[in-house]
């Protein structure tokens, strides 16, 4: 079993859809997680860091982590053409320097 | 402006030739990172810093070579052992007080010809 599964898509929504991206893993003692958005071509940009479990709001953007169920999601509301990117998972344990484990990442794509 | 910067965006490669790749920051990160992404794979990690003149293998290490000479830099050098060099090769860094999210520069595509 891989350590971080995320269904690679493709994922086509109209736009103003609410969009549900997920993400599980095996690793108990994954601590931190975050949520990356990549362009093609482009480096990875942080979207959303979450300690723990619960809950995190960014604008249209909100992270859940479900620690019991090993389960992290991002979702979009309003989706919009310029979501149309590919979304990476990353988690990582509590210690300091170690590295981040990523998902394969899922595509999206938001049609006007 | 505070960032991370990788050259060059392309790089071509003959077939037995070693080349370098650079990454610098200007965040005053005293952690980086070296990945690299294939189609359908992810990202994987080939090396990582947490210190000058320190530096760890990561999970894909066969091939490449790195130093950490100063803070602000790691270079990644693709050497004529790695089998199969063609891919998107991200750098990354990490403020050493701060939680695990790294910070990516834009990037650098290897391709072997």
């Known amino acids: 079993q891989k350590e971080v599964e995320q269904d690679p898509g493709p994922l086509s929504v109209p736009e103003g859809a609410i969009v549900s991206l997920n993400c599980t893993y095996s690793n108990s003692a994954f601590q931190y997680f975050m949520w990356y958005r990549q362009y093609s071509r482009k480096g990875p940009e942080l979207l959303m860091y979450?300690?723990?479990?619960g809950n995190k709001e960014d604008g249209r953007f909100t992270a859940q982590v479900d620690k019991s169920s090993k389960y992290i999601s991002l979702f979009i509301r309003d989706s919009q053409p310029s979501d149309s990117a590919t979304y990476l998972c990353?988690?990582?344990?509590?210690?300091?320097?170690?590295?981040?484990?990523f998902g394969k990442g899922t595509t999206l794509s938001v049609s006007s | 402006d505070g960032g991370i910067t990788q050259s060059p965006k392309y790089l071509f490669r003959k077939e037995g030739q070693n080349v370098t790749l650079s990454c610098e920051q200007n965040?005053?990160?005293?952690?980086m990172y070296w990945y690299r992404q294939d189609p359908g794979q992810g990202l994987r990690l080939i090396y990582y810093s947490q210190i000058v003149n320190d530096f760890q293998k990561g999970d894909i290490a066969e091939g490449y070579s790195v130093s950490r000479e100063k803070k602000e830099s790691f270079p990644l050098t693709v050497t004529s052992a790695q089998k199969n060099p063609t891919a998107f090769y991200l750098c990354?860094?990490?403020?050493?007080?701060?939680?695990?999210?790294?910070?990516f520069g834009p990037g650098t595509r290897l391709t072997v010809l």
């Open positions: 990353a988690m990582s344990d509590n210690q300091a320097g170690t590295a981040l484990i």
């Open positions: 990354a860094s990490r403020g050493i007080f701060r939680g695990n999210e790294q910070f």
């Open positions: 965040l005053n990160h005293d952690a």
């Open positions: 979450t300690y723990s479990s």
